[in-house]
């Protein structure tokens, strides 16, 4: 399912490769991933999901 998407870390990241942070992939849907851990679990949310999460943390 994460194969071959475009990932972008969150802004909020420290600018060492260290930095605890989360990465997304936006598409039809937004799969959400550790930054530290590339291979593991993803979290998928909808379109519609994505979008209410974001609005209520901006």
Do not use: I
């Not at 802004?11 to 605890?20: E, M, V, W």
């Not at 799969?31 to 291979?39: E, F, I, M």
């Not at 593991?40 to 974001?54: I, N, T």
């Amino acid at each position: 399912m994460s194969h071959n998407r475009s990932w972008r870390k969150s802004t909020y990241s420290g600018p060492q490769g260290d930095s605890a942070c989360v990465e997304v992939s936006l598409a039809q849907d937004a799969l959400v991933r550790d930054s530290k851990a590339t291979q593991g679990e993803v979290l998928a949310f909808s379109a519609d999901a994505w979008r209410a999460f974001v609005v209520s943390v901006a």
